[in-house]
């Protein structure tokens, strides 16, 4: 499976968008971007993922770049429950499923 | 639906003994995963089964056993417990491989 890169660390206001950035400049063609969070020590939980499209559900929206080696998750209007580890993997259709230590981002009210 | 359920929540042992993580799901999910999470760091993959009958290993197999005997259970077995183990443990089940996992809330386990 592909590698990602996230930073370490990002603060947003609350009620302004949240874009959490993710690099997978080595991802294959048939490899999903996934994204999970985690708040406080509770188990993770699925956000979004997608292949190539862009993707939008009720929690967030998941922009990929055309040649899809990174990708943008957006909140779009933050809360302080959105204070979490943002998890960002790429995986194939199949069966491993790593996590990385991901973007710590703080929701300033 | 009850989704993900791991016994016990906490549990400490003593060096060298052995013990069974329980994870169970009533989804109907073909995949299962187990993970660890040591303090301040990412998840990490230990084994995982794309059915019944069916393991693999993950990132960090050693010193743990699974079994996949039923859709619905993933058991996860500490052979002689270290404290190198000490970790959270977290099962996970998903539909298909196009879908997101479901997590279990953890088990906190202590080796001394």
């Known amino acids: 499976d592909a590698k990602t890169t996230q930073p370490p660390s990002m603060d947003c206001a609350e009620g302004r968008a949240a874009n959490l950035p993710c690099n997978h400049s080595t991802i294959s063609g048939n490899e999903y971007v996934y994204w999970y969070r985690q708040i406080h020590s509770q188990g993770p939980q699925y956000i979004i993922h997608?292949?190539?499209n862009n993707e939008t559900n009720e929690m967030a929206s998941l922009i990929i770049t055309e040649d899809r080696k990174s990708s943008t998750l957006i909140l779009p209007h933050a809360t302080l429950r959105d204070t979490a580890v943002y998890y960002c993997?790429?995986?194939?259709?199949?069966?491993?499923?790593?996590f990385g230590t991901g973007t710590s981002l703080t929701v300033i009210p | 639906n009850a989704g993900v359920t791991q016994t016990p929540k906490f549990q400490v042992l003593k060096t060298g003994q052995s013990m069974t993580l329980q994870c169970a799901q009533d989804m109907n999910h073909e995949y299962m995963s187990w993970y660890r999470q040591d303090p301040g760091m990412g998840l990490r993959l230990i084994h995982y089964s794309v059915g019944a009958g069916i393991t693999d290993q993950g990132e960090v197999p050693n010193g743990y056993n699974v079994s996949r005997s039923t859709t619905e259970d993933f058991p996860l077995r500490l052979l002689s417990a270290a404290p190198s183990q000490t970790s959270v443990y977290f099962c996970a089940s998903r539909k298909t491989s196009n879908y997101g996992y479901t997590f279990g809330s953890g088990t906190r386990l202590t080796v001394v």
């Open positions: 993997i790429v995986s194939l259709t199949g069966n491993q499923f790593y």
């Open positions: 997608g292949l190539k």
